[in-house]
Every structure is written in structure tokens, then in C-alpha cells.
């Protein structure tokens, strides 16, 4: 059986007196992809806030290979190898992509980030051409693409990647989910939050869909693809 990298227990967020996750539990695995879909204002974002400690939850447990890390502060959490690439990107327009892309590596005490640097650039082509680029200047394809090297950067123990396909043509989307599995066989523990829910299941291990801030059904990715009300209520299948 995989060993859990990530794992929440009851966890239960609010926003003032508005309770946006209810019970929460998830795992991740090592060396899984997980998808958790679900539609706009199920609460997913808020599940990678809640885990990067953007937002403290007031009851239930999140552990990273054991540890709890509820009540951590972002930076020492990053350092402990969660990486978050949220939703809109949110690079550093002003910055270059050079920089855009160090500044991944700034919570890292070892200085080594040659390799890293290189890995990313073999991944993302496009922006070995633009180092020298304001990040503000970039398409959105490319914005993407700077803000999953960034997260890279850090050399993560596990990704949390919101939206990563949000906005994007066809075309850019393949490319962006090739990259996340090729990631992936690295041996780097992906949490995938994803609208385009067919897409994310495809490349997932097992997914999780959610509803109102709980979980409402979860299992294989496969399974899920295949399962009538998934396909109805996400896939645009009747």
C-alpha cells in the first residue's frame, strides 16, 4: 500500500461565520496524482489555502509525512516542501522571468538551484527564450508556464496546483498536462485542482469530488470517468 505524503482529517475552515469546508479528509500518496473536482464554490481553492496555512482551520488535522503542520506559518510550510501554484498565476509582472523564477528558490537553504533551474527550462522551452522577459509582458500560456516553474523551483515534496489549465487554448492545455505528469514521474506527489474535469482525471491516479465544502464520492480516476453521476455532473455527459 502507497504511503500517505499528505493527508487531512476533519478539517473544517470558515470564512467569518461562513463554514467553507465541513469535515474535510483527503489523502495524497506517494507518487499519485489526486484530482479533486467539484463546481465553482465547492471549496477547493479554499482546501489548498487551508493546507498552505493562507487560512488556519478551526478543527481537524493536516499532516505531511506524519507531521501536523496546522498552525505553521506559509514560509515554514513551503520549507518543508509543500509548494503551492495558485489560481491566476500570480507571478511578479514587473520582474523577469529570470527572476520570477529564482525567487522559487528563495525559501531554500542550500543555494543549489542550477539543476532546478535547467530541469525547468528543459519543460518549458518557451521560456528559456524570454529569461529576460517582464513576467507581465507574457502570454497567458506563458504566465502558466512561469508560475508552475516557479512552484517547481522550490523542489517540492508535494505540488498543489490550482487551475493550472484556467483561460487557456486546447493547445496549451495538452502541453500544461504533459508537463504535470511528466512531473509527476519524477516521483513528486501532485494534489490537482482542476474545472476541466475530464482532463484532470485522465492524467490522475484517483480523484476526489467535492461538494459544499465536504467529500462526496472518491476512488480511482478511472472509476470516477466511468461513474454516471461524475460524467453528468462534470464531464457534460448525459
Given at each position: ?45 479554499t482546501t489548498l489555502r487551508t493546507i498552505s496555512g493562507l487560512i488556519k482551520p478551526a478543527r481537524g488535522t493536516i499532516t ?20 503551492h501554484s495558485p489560481e491566476g498565476r500570480r507571478i511578479f509582472p514587473r520582474l523577469t522571468v529570470l527572476e520570477n523564477l ?137
Amino acid at each position: 500500500m502507497s504511503s500517505s505524503v499528505l493527508s487531512l482529517a476533519g478539517v473544517e475552515t470558515f470564512y467569518g461565520r461562513i463554514q467553507a469546508l465541513r469535515g474535510l479528509s483527503l489523502n495524497v500518496n506517494e507518487g499519485e496524482i489526486v484530482a479533486l473536482i467539484g463546481a465553482n464554490g465547492a471549496g477547493k481553492t479554499t482546501t489548498l489555502r487551508t493546507i498552505s496555512g493562507l487560512i488556519k482551520p478551526a478543527r481537524g488535522t493536516i499532516t505531511l509525512r506524519g507531521e501536523n503542520i496546522v498552525g505553521m506559518v506559509p514560509d515554514a510550510i513551503v520549507r518543508k516542501g509543500v509548494v503551492h501554484s495558485p489560481e491566476g498565476r500570480r507571478i511578479f509582472p514587473r520582474l523577469t522571468v529570470l527572476e520570477n523564477l529564482r525567487l522559487g528558490a528563495y525559501a531554500r537553504s542550500d543555494g543549489d538551484i542550477g539543476a532546478d533551474h535547467d530541469y525547468v527550462l528543459s519543460l518549458f522551452p518557451r521560456l528559456k527564450e524570454r529569461l529576460k522577459q517582464k513576467g507581465g509582458t507574457l502570454s497567458g500560456g506563458e504566465q502558466q508556464m512561469l508560475a508552475i516553474g516557479r512552484a517547481l523551483m522550490a523542489r517540492p515534496r508535494v505540488l498543489l496546483l490550482d487551475e493550472p489549465s484556467l483561460g487557456l487554448s486546447p493547445i496549451l492545455v495538452d502541453t500544461i498536462f504533459s508537463v504535470i505528469a511528466d512531473v509527476n514521474k519524477t516521483g513528486v506527489p501532485i494534489l490537482l485542482i482542476e474545472q476541466n474535469a475530464r482532463k484532470a482525471l485522465q492524467v490522475a491516479t484517483r480523484g476526489y469530488v467535492m461538494e459544499t465544502g465536504a467529500i462526496v464520492k472518491s476512488g480511482p480516476a478511472q472509476a470516477l470517468l466511468a461513474d454516471d453521476d461524475v460524467r453528468k455532473a462534470y464531464l457534460g455527459e448525459e
